[in-house]
């Protein structure tokens, strides 16, 4: 006796046209692998290299609220666009963000971090330099190890001073298969 | 005093006891019924669930709600002669008027008294819904009832 798949998904559709899920979440698929990606009503909250949702389940709770179920829903809209942007039909992403639980510093990196364009990188020090912060590049890299929504926030623009890669937190591989999508001079 | 437990998200909530309240309802409400009834029952559950102050119980909370719904949709019915074989179980006290009587009992005596008397299980099931012995289940029953009538003398 189990929950048919059918039933399965009429009842986390209604949940999700309800308003009743306080953070949705899905599996989607891309070139740098399956990722684990998860939205509010307030916007797009998570994404992770790491498709496992276990790991992450709690994570959410704690910013939104204990009601997180698998909802493909609520995902729609960025699972479209990351999959324009992997076929290189889009160069920025028009979503809005949950930006909940994050520290003003880091939220104003990462806003910053937003403007960086295209196929362009930067490096951590400039970007502790726009955001009036010039000698903080080692907590820009911080921000950056943690960045809870990478690819729509590009952190994998961002590179050492001496032109260096540095570090990805989704793996160096991915980094260099995103800056190389985007035809980045590397 | 023992801690209480956290409440999980409820991906994990769900996944952990949709089996057993699609088994429960299935048998209550038939498995024509019951799909829809299941689906009301998370629904329910999700709306309440923002509101729990602690995870402990959450099976025999769920099976409960599962309960009512089981409830309201043998009324919504009940003219349909289909039904009659289980009309015996219709009028056993729905869990609204339960509820305010077994206000202030501790939580499992009162998910014991409200499983028993309110929905008429064996003492099996609300052991499994407890997640505990049948013996204790027994016990936490007789216990909640007791008490009730102390505090109604």
Known sequence: MTVSPDLDRRFREAATTMGLVDMGFDVVDSPVGPLFVAASERGLAAISFDPEPDAQLERLARIAGPRVLRSPRSVDGARRELDQYFSGRRQAFDLTLDLRALPPFTVSVLQELARVPYGETTTYGALAARVGRPRAARAVGTVMNRNRIPIVLPCHRVVGSSGDLVGYAGGLDRKVKLLQLEGATL | ?153
């Open chain 2, 1 to 153: 005093m023992m801690q209480s437990v956290a409440i999980p998200p409820f991906e994990h909530f769900y996944e952990q006891h949709r089996t057993d309240v699609l088994r429960l309802l299935r048998r209550r409400v038939g498995s024509e019924r019951a799909e829809d009834a299941f689906q009301e029952t998370f629904l329910r559950a999700l709306q309440a669930y923002r509101r729990l102050e602690h995870g402990d119980h959450l099976r025999a909370w769920v099976l409960t709600i599962a309960g009512n719904v089981a409830i309201d949709t043998l009324r919504r019915t009940r003219p349909q002669s289909e039904l009659l074989e289980t009309g015996a179980d219709d009028d056993r006290p729905a869990f609204e008027e339960l509820a305010p009587m077994t206000d202030g009992l501790p939580p499992k005596e009162r998910a014991a008294v409200v499983l028993r008397y309110g929905y008429d299980l064996p003492y099996d099931q609300i052991a499994a819904a407890l997640g505990s012995s049948e013996e204790a289940a027994r016990q936490a029953a007789s216990t909640g009832v007791r008490r009730l009538r102390r505090r109604s003398q």
